[in-house]
């Protein structure tokens, strides 16, 4: 089993920052990509950036140059630094990780319960 928790959510004016952490845990072989979704009120839930284990990253155009992702591989951790926030951005936060757990397994998709990220003055 592999377990995601996230951290750093949270209330924030708009303009302002936050850091969300999600660090993977269990029977884990290589994790190939990590990510950050994200489900506002009443809308499905949408890709906000991912990164692969070599570093490579992609960004839903709406959060391109205003939120950075970045791995820790030695940790199975990955960030997501969202800066110049806005109200739009309000949403719960999921953090999802593309993980094999043996050596003879396919990768299966893994989802944390995801952080309220709330942007409101």
């Known amino acids: 089993q592999v377990q995601l928790v996230e951290s750093g959510g949270g209330l924030v004016q708009p303009g302002g920052s936050l850091r969300l952490s999600c660090a993977a845990s269990?029977?884990?072989?290589?994790?190939?990509?990590m990510g950050w979704y994200r489900q506002a009120p009443g809308k499905q839930r949408e890709l906000v950036a991912i990164i692969t284990k070599e570093g490579s990253a992609n960004y839903a155009d709406s959060v391109k140059g205003r939120f950075t992702i970045s791995r820790e591989n030695a940790r199975n951790t990955v960030h997501l630094q969202m800066n110049s926030l806005k109200p739009e951005d309000t949403a719960v936060f999921y953090c999802?990780?593309?993980?094999?757990?043996?050596?003879?397994?396919?990768?299966?998709?893994?989802w944390g319960q995801g952080t309220q990220v709330t942007v409101s003055s």
């Open positions: 999802n990780a593309k993980v094999a757990t043996s050596f003879y397994s396919s990768v299966q998709d893994y």
């Open positions: 269990g029977s884990i072989v290589v994790i190939t990509t």
